[in-house]
């Protein structure tokens, strides 16, 4: 399975700030994905990531909120921009395996917005 | 939009008992993939299983069974002799073959008292 790690695992942030949220695999993946999981909730696919082209965005996600990048095949990264408190969650970022028959995710990113 | 169904909010029940999450979803597709997903108080999402649509055996992995029946589209995860380590919210998931992400249901909240 892949190895996948996630900076920061936690942080607090001021209302109006953007964070970058990395994410890192040990092997190379063709497609990574962004969830949130707000407080007591379920994960919600936020975006596909997508090596060379533009992040496919779920219905309610918008790169102006949420950009992404992708710059090769082990690394992605989340921008959560001009945060407020409803943007607390855990962002996890996410993996599947060359026939996508498994997925895995990283340990998250707990983002708390004051 | 086609759900994964999870109807118990919450189960507690006393150690050693066997406990049955439900999982019921909704396709239109004829083939497709199960996840069920623990996620323990620290916060990662550990992968426990995946069943594809053309498998209904039943599988088992020591105290954990799956039941998976196309019939009435549930697939259903059984804990025999629960422990208090089984404490967690356990998430049921579906990903259709031409999506390569999951759709989650609500999580159910299990509780393993001593």
């Known amino acids: 399975s892949a190895v996948i790690s996630q900076k920061p695992s936690r942080d607090i942030c001021q209302r109006g700030t953007s964070l970058t949220i990395q994410c890192q695999v040990d092997s190379q993946v063709t497609m990574m994905f962004w969830y949130r999981q707000q407080p007591g909730q379920s994960l919600t696919l936020i975006a596909t990531a997508n090596q060379g082209s533009e992040a496919t965005y779920e219905s309610g996600f918008v790169i102006d909120k949420f950009p992404i990048s992708r710059p090769n095949l082990t690394f992605s990264t989340l921008t959560v921009s001009n945060m407020s408190p409803e943007d607390s969650s855990i962002y996890l970022c996410s993996v599947g395996d060359g026939q996508f028959n498994e997925q895995f995710f990283g340990p998250g990113t707990r983002l708390t917005v004051l | 939009a086609q759900k994964v169904t999870q109807a118990q909010t919450e189960i507690s029940v006393v150690e050693k008992e066997d406990v049955t999450l439900d999982c019921v979803y909704e396709?239109?597709?004829?083939?497709?993939?199960l996840f069920w997903y623990k996620q323990p108080p620290s916060g990662e999402l550990v992968f426990l299983i995946r069943?594809?649509?053309?498998?209904?055996q039943n599988e088992i992995s020591g105290r954990y069974s799956w039941n998976f029946q196309k019939s009435t589209s549930s697939f259903n995860f059984t804990i025999t002799a629960s422990q208090v380590v089984d404490s967690a919210v356990y998430f049921c998931a579906r990903r259709d073959t031409g999506r390569r992400a999951l759709t989650f249901g609500s999580g159910t909240r299990l509780q393993v008292q001593p």
């Open positions: 396709t239109r597709d004829t083939t497709y993939y």
């Open positions: 069943r594809n649509s053309f498998d209904e």
